[in-house]
Every structure is written in structure tokens, then in C-alpha cells.
């Protein structure tokens, strides 16, 4: 079995991490696009009702350093978001209306 | 009925006469001969925002910004001394691209003492001087002296870094801001440090672009979406009104008001804003800055909720209610293309919790600007087609007719200028 990549209470996310423990918005933004509606929705019913908890266990560290563990964790939430809108709001992976427009983030704050 | 206080002439446009209320052309939004007007006659004599002063935290700092649709790119640099300068990124030798890492066509930043060419290696110190030329003794009566790199006008204000490509600028910086984008001079956008940056190339004409950013009366149909996840919040027709609008000498801004995201309804909100205290009008908990923040809202409306400065030509600095701002540039790369820039300010996160707070912010500004990009490649081949001349603008659109009349102004004078003076 691997090596857990999360936080012990959370251990029932680990089918998650593989897929979903990404640093950067350009991964999560193409990890999005190319799942299923389906895939999504089962992230987000899996992680979201614990999401709160989730929170509050990252808040117990400081952001510029926190256990490998627990950064995973942050970045798990931060696809939860990412999936919230498809999931959410437009129903679908893709934005509405938005054709073949890319709008790419190419700065950000780490972790 | 007016939702807010009109002014005494009963509309905001006719409170600015010069205006009119005709309908407005938007052919210098498709013709290729005048955006080869618009790029003399406006970008090579504005001040032009290139970066912020957060960028050069050391003397020695540089980075380098491209300028395509002048087919122009600037070094800026903190010189030893601790000065803000900028020069053309060209070696004086043969004319290569001076700073570059990967590839000459991406920009790039870091610190340095000197800067050396890739290609022959002649180096330059931080004020721009040739300090060395690989086997000088090679060349021809050269006087070294004088072989520096080629300085671009470059001021700051309120820590925003801008160059003038004129020879010679009509206006200092701060008086070509002017007293209402001044008035924000003590704002404390040093402290919101935090950045998301964003870059988007668009079929579209700048200013198509910027037109729709400066009105909000397409949010309701346009962005249904944002307004919530319920049918009574996903209303369409749910009529929009800015609250204040004002105009500057080529500048212009409007302020939004209405009823703050953090004191609706649970049951109007989607559970993601619920649960990061977030949305699309930035994280819900602000920072503190402090009692008096100079210049925003300044006709004071309740409930404020934006002030959308729009500085002249391609500069647009958002500042929320809740302690945060956005700029926005549009640079032309051909009439019917730009690059769209866009930058999130924030204080910094302290927490994972706020990190997510900002994270959500990010996103819904690139989700519902999606939808402007695309919709807004369909207005560019609307107007291409020339089925119609003149479009009619409303109140709410009267920065739209501003904006407008200001680049055929300058382009007007611009053109008369030339007249009077034939090219030699």
C-alpha cells in the first residue's frame, strides 16, 4: 500500500489525492476540464461536507510552513473550488458562454 | 424612478454636454488604418501602466514588460541608487533584445548588477551606461560613453509604475492623472502585496474589450449566473443602475452600490461563497486599513460597493468595499486583437482560511471573465460584418460614449498636428 499522502483524520480522501493534490491553478483548471461530469460530482459529494474541518486543520499551522501532509490537504481544498463551479454553478466543466477564450493564471501565491 | 440621485440636467450623460446623446460609431474599433493612428497618436504619447512598484523590492531589481501592438519592449529597473527607471530592451551593438531568459518573446524579472547581451556580451550598469564592450579594441573611433542603452520616460505614483515613449512628455505623470484619479494618491494599495495575475489574448479590438468593463448594465444578462444560485436571484431582467459616475479629462470612473454578498440570504448563495466567506466581490471578512481610505467613493453613496477607475487609454483600477483591488490593461496587437491583463491585489493571507477566501475571489473573476472573452469575440465579428454604422448608448453605458469620443480626440489631434507639420 502507498505511503498515505494526507492527514491521518483525514485518511477517507485519500482516493482523492492522487488526482486532485495539485500546487498550481493550471493543473487544477485542466484537471477539471478533462473529467467527467460524473468524476466531479463525486469529488465534490466525498470532500465537500468535511470541507469546514478540512479548514480549521490547515488554520492550525502557519501558512509559509506547514506539514507536507497538511499542504496537500490545503490543496485539495483548493480543487474543491475549482470543482465547485462546475458543480455549483454551471452544471457542466466547461464556463458557459465562453467559446474558445483562455484566460490563463500565470502568477500566484504558494502554498 | 432613478434608484440613485441623478444630476440637476436629469441624466449623467447630458450632464457632460460635450458628450451628446447621438448614437455612436464604432468603426475605430475595426479599421485597420486607424488603429495604425490610435497607436501613434494615443500609446506612443499617454502614460502607460507597465507594473507595480512591489515588482522592484531591491535596488538591482529589474523585469521586463512587452508593449507588442508598439512593437516596443521596456526594461524597468531600481538602479544602485534606489531610482525607478526604464529603458528600450535592445543592446546598443547590433540591436538584440537585450533581456530575455527562455525564449526573447517572454517577459522575465530578477535582480542584477549589470545587465549583459546574450550575443556579444557587452554589459550595462542599472543607470543604462555601457560599462563594457567584449575586444573594444576591435572596433571604430568608439566612444563608449555613448553607447548606452535608450532611457523611456518612466514615474511612479501610489507605487504604479508608468513609461512615456514620447520624445518629450506633454505632462508630468501626476498631472496627467489629474485631481480625481489622484485624490487616490494615500490609498494603501502597498499593502495589498499578495498578487494573481492573469493573461489572455483576445479576438477582439482593445476597446471592445475595455467598454464592456466599464459598464455593468450587461452583468444581469450576460453574467445571470453570478447574481446567484435561485431563480429570484438569476433574474435577467433585474435592472441595474451605477450609482455615481464621473469624468476627468480623459479619465472616467463609476462607483456600484447595492446590498454587500455577506449580508444576503444563506439560501441565495452558492455553498462554495458560504463556506470561504468569498465571491465576486472579494473575501467577505476585510482587512483593516484604517478609518479614511482618500479618493474612493467619493460622491459617498451608501451601501458602496466599487469604484472602477478607468485611466486613460488602457489602465483600469478596481477597488472594492471590502479592501482589495484589481488592475486591468488592454494592450492592442492589431485592430482586431489584444492582450488582456489582469492583476488581484490582496492584503497577505495569514491563514489557510483567508488563502481560500482569496483562492475563491481568483477563480470567480476568471469564470465570469471567460464569459466576457468569449461573448466578446462575437461583438468583434458583429461589427466587422457592417450591418450597422451607429449603435445607441444608454445612461449606464455613458463611460462606453467617453471613451470613445476621448481616442478619436486624440487621434484628431494627433492628425492635425501631423497636418501643420509635414513629416521633414
Redesign the interface.
Known sequence: MNAALLPREFAEFEPWAATWCLARESERWAQRLRSSMEELQAFYDAVFPRAEEAIAYCDRFPLDSMPADAERLLQLLHSLLMVSYAVEVWKRPEVIHCGSARIDRILEPRP | MARFQKPAEGTWTEHYPSLGTAPVSFEDSISPAFYELEREAIFKRAWLHVGRIEQLPRNGSYFTKELPGLRTAVIVSRDMQGRVRAFHNVCRHRGNKLLWEETPRDETCGNARQFVCKYHGWRYGLDGACTYVHQENQFFDLRKDELGLAPVHCDTWAGFIFVNLSREPRQTLRDYLGTMVGALEGYPFHRMT?????????NSNWKVFSDAFQEYYHVPP?HT?QLG?TPEAQNPEYEFEGAHYQLDGPHRMVTTSGTHKHNWPREHL???EA??RSGNTGPWDAPDLGEKLPGVNPSGIARWGIDNFQVFPNLEILIYERGWFVTYRYWPTSHNTHV?E?DLHFV??????E??A???A??TF??Y???D???L??TQMGLEQGAFRQFPLNDQEILVRHFHKTVGDWVDAYARVRAEKPAQ
Open positions: 499578495e498578487r494573481y495575475s492573469f493573461r489572455s489574448e483576445n450576460l449566473h444560485p452558492y455553498p462554495a463556506l470561504t488582456f489582469a497577505p493571507a495569514r491563514s489557510a482560511r488563502r481560500l482569496h483562492e475563491y481568483a477563480l476568471k469564470e471573465g471567460l464569459q472573452v468569449g461573448t469575440d462575437g
